[in-house]
């Protein structure tokens, strides 16, 4: 299930897709749009900046930017940056691997090898999908 972090995260980078190509866009102007609580949101977004999916500049005319083309931003870098592992059990994470703690024998866990199944299943999905490709289904 998707978490309303990375759900929030999702909604605010379509619409700085749509919307922020010339000039950033103030937090507060995406929050009131997509009716998120600015200190939410501006957490989000920071944690976007610093994974280097947006880029900010301060000031009057400050706000967030995509700092990635559209369709170079994957669904799976944006939920890993925002919820953290995709897999569903530590033992099979890409990125945030972890020995389980009860397992016995890792390399002939049943559970493990559905596990493993369903994450590259939904790496295949996410990794395909953009945040271009998000763009244009939502019009």
Same mark, same amino acid.
């Given at each position: 299930?998707? /978490? !309303? +972090?990375? =759900?929030? &995260?999702?909604?605010? #980078?379509?619409?700085? $897709?749509? *919307? ?35 880029? /900010? !500049? +301060?000031? =009057?005319? &400050?706000?967030?930017? #995509?700092?990635?083309? $559209?369709? *170079? ?39 493990? =090898? ?26």
């Amino acid at each position: 299930m998707l /978490s !309303k +972090k990375a =759900k929030y &995260g999702l909604k605010a #980078l379509i619409y700085l $897709a749509k *919307e922020s190509e010339e000039r950033p866009l103030p937090v507060s102007q995406i929050a009131e749009s997509q009716k998120i609580s600015v200190k939410f949101l501006e957490a989000i977004l920071n944690d976007l900046r610093t994974g280097g999916i947006l880029k /900010s !500049k +301060k000031g =009057k005319m &400050g706000g967030y930017q #995509l700092n990635v083309k $559209a369709s *170079e931003i994957k669904m799976s870098d944006i939920m890993r940056l925002l919820d953290g592992p995709i897999a569903l059990l530590p033992c099979v994470s890409l990125n945030f691997y972890d020995t389980c703690e009860e397992c016995l024998d890792e390399n002939n866990c049943s559970i493990r =090898k559905v596990a493993l199944q369903v994450r590259d299943a939904t790496l295949e999905i996410l990794g395909a999908a953009t945040l271009e490709e998000l763009v244009k289904n939502e019009k």
